[in-house]
């Protein structure tokens, strides 16, 4: 059978005063490529939901999306922070530890990386460009998403170096990543300037943050079974 993913819905980065949830199509056609059945999961205030939510699912992705608020790791706004949702941060957070606690197997891509880190209970570069000297341009330039856009380094043992071995070339499309790393997970990947591009928690059956998004690479062959998300759905068998 194939397994049941929830992909959680995201503010759009325009409007986000605006009350629209969405989902980019690439997730959904990633996950079916897979082996898997993707449904799209409101974000909103309900506990009892929440929870529902964790019992129905085989496995949970945290999409990207608009900026993560500060307040979440005790900061206050930097100059440069975009577009956020604070309602959003606060409801990802009060699920994120269920699904930890279901044993599930959970992927983070880009802002969802960054908010799972925050739940581990780490902090964020609010702007790398003004806030991590020596920083690459992780903000893409190249117009065509999916586009390689930097490299980075791969640790060994970890779940990315089975897939692509040493060293991959990604592309980038965030202004914010993560500082300190949350408790309990491991760096297994870095861009050449430092910041962290993936990270796995050891004590969980599956875990994985990533920075980029390695779901834009359908853009390129609409059919493609992508490593990352074939690792994922086979964990959530």
């Known amino acids: 059978m194939r397994p049941l993913i929830g992909v959680f819905a995201h503010a759009p ?6 009350a629209v949830q969405t989902c980019p199509e690439t997730y959904l056609m990633a996950l079916q490529n897979a082996g898997a059945d993707p449904v799209i999961l409101p974000v909103y205030d309900d506990e009892e939901a929440l929870s529902r939510y964790v019992q129905l699912c085989d496995g949970f992705v945290l999409p990207g999306g608009i900026d993560v608020n500060p307040l979440t790791y005790g900061e206050d706004p ?4 975009q577009g956020n949702r604070l309602d959003f941060d606060e409801c990802e957070l ?4 269920l699904i930890l606690a279901s044993k599930k197997p959970l992927l983070g891509i880009c802002r969802g990386c960054q908010i799972l880190n925050v739940a581990f209970g780490g902090t964020l570069y609010q702007d790398i460009v003004s806030q991590h000297e020596g920083a690459l341009g992780h903000s893409q330039t190249e117009i065509r998403l999916g586009a390689p856009c930097h490299r980075i380094r791969i640790e060994e043992g970890s779940v990315l170096a ?4 040493s060293e991959l070339l990604v592309n980038s499309f965030h202004h914010q990543a993560v500082k300190d790393l949350g408790k309990g997970l491991k760096v297994t990947a870095r861009a ?10 050891p004590e969980y059956p599956f875990v994985l943050g990533v920075q980029w998004h390695p779901e834009q690479e359908t853009n390129a062959d609409r ?3 992508l490593p990352i998300f074939k690792r994922f759905v086979d ?3």
């Open 94 to 97: 009060r699920l994120i530890p």
């Open 13 to 18: 980065r325009e409007n986000v005063t605006f």
């Open 162 to 165: 089975e897939l692509y071995g």
């Open 78 to 81: 930097h100059p440069r922070l």
């Open 192 to 201: 050449y300037d430092g910041i962290i591009e993936a990270y796995e928690a």
């Open 223 to 225: 059919k493609a079974v």
């Open 235 to 237: 964990a959530c068998r």
